[in-house]
């Protein structure tokens, strides 16, 4: 939706171009995956140097002396660290931010060890798996994901990963959340699932790029009391793909691309756009039944 909408503010008529920036985008979603997911190694790695400095140095504290080793024993946290999966991604992918820019990695362990949750970790000696778990999944989530000056990082960085920054997190958590005390590696995801899924993605941005003007026939009519040019730009890019699944992708069951339009309206366009957008689609379907152009492939896809 985003790579149809820039062409339009760009006038562009370079499809080469957009799409292969839209498979960039894509791409460099695994890199910010990635970038989340190493602040919790290089945190670990930053409090194991400075308790290790600690107790070498000439007039040394009992504390420093005999430490508590709980944070940097966290068997989530080491999993991470120990993960051959992950140690190839980021250098497969060429992830370093951190190595580079450690103040933020500084800022995040200092925010950390002034929480409240720190100190109730903290607060024995003994690592348990669970109680591990519970603890990188807060401070991930409460503490380094809404960090403003990662944020900030992450924004100035790549300017695409502004959109894709929830959807990460979400991800991240819920890996977290997921990691079994069996576990031997840290699984990464695959940007595509598949060579179908990537597929896709081609086919409906080629599909609604080269047919703009054959969709946008579809609905206008359904529109009587909207002058086209009134109707919201994202949500005539909106209609125009949800038909193009509804009519060029007969695997794509209705309500699964009525859903999802309706939630992308709900997210980028305004208030009132998914009520539009639903009234159209529907009406829509009813019309494309009637006229046996929904051909649509396996049960239950009407």
């Known amino acids: 939706m985003q790579s149809v909408y820039a ?51 000439h007039l040394v504290t009992a504390e420093e002396r005999n430490p508590n080793n709980k944070f940097i024993n966290n068997a989530v946290l080491k999993l991470l660290v120990e993960s051959n999966a992950m140690s190839i ?12 820019n450690d103040e933020y990695i500084r800022i995040l362990l200092e925010e950390i060890k002034a929480s409240v949750l720190y100190a109730n970790y903290m607060s024995n000696r003994e690592n348990n798996f669970e109680e591990d778990k519970e603890f990188v999944v807060s401070i991930f ?24 920054i929830p959807l990460v997190n979400t991800l991240i958590n819920k890996q977290l959340k997921s990691v079994k005390v069996t576990d031997e590696d840290f699984s990464i995801p695959r940007v595509y699932k598949d060579a179908e899924d990537k597929d896709f993605t081609k086919d409906l941005f080629r599909k609604v790029v080269l047919n703009e003007a054959a969709l946008a026939k579809e609905f206008i009519d359904k529109t009587p009391n909207w002058d086209s040019d009134r109707i919201a730009e994202i949500d005539t890019i909106i209609l125009k793909m949800a038909i193009c699944e509804f009519l060029k ?39 494309f039944k009637e006229a046996n152009k929904l051909n649509k492939a396996g049960r239950g896809l009407m």
């Open 7 to 57: 062409m339009h503010q760009n006038n562009s008529d370079n499809l080469e171009k957009e799409e292969k920036f839209l498979f960039y985008s894509i791409e460099n979603i695994q890199d910010l995956y990635l970038l989340m997911l190493s602040t919790l190694i290089e945190i670990q790695k930053r409090e194991e140097d400075f308790l290790d400095k600690s107790s070498k140095k």
């Open 141 to 164: 989530t409460d503490l380094i994901a809404p960090n403003e000056k990662l944020y900030e990082y992450l924004e100035d960085n790549k300017l695409t990963w502004i959109d894709d």
């Open 89 to 100: 991604a980021l250098e497969n992918r060429k992830i370093n931010d951190w190595h580079v």
């Open 249 to 287: 992708f007969p695997s794509i069951p209705v309500k699964v691309t009525i859903n999802e339009y309706l939630e992308i309206a709900k997210e980028y366009s305004t208030p009132k756009s998914s009520i539009f957008i639903n009234g159209i689609l529907d009406n829509l379907v009813k019309d």
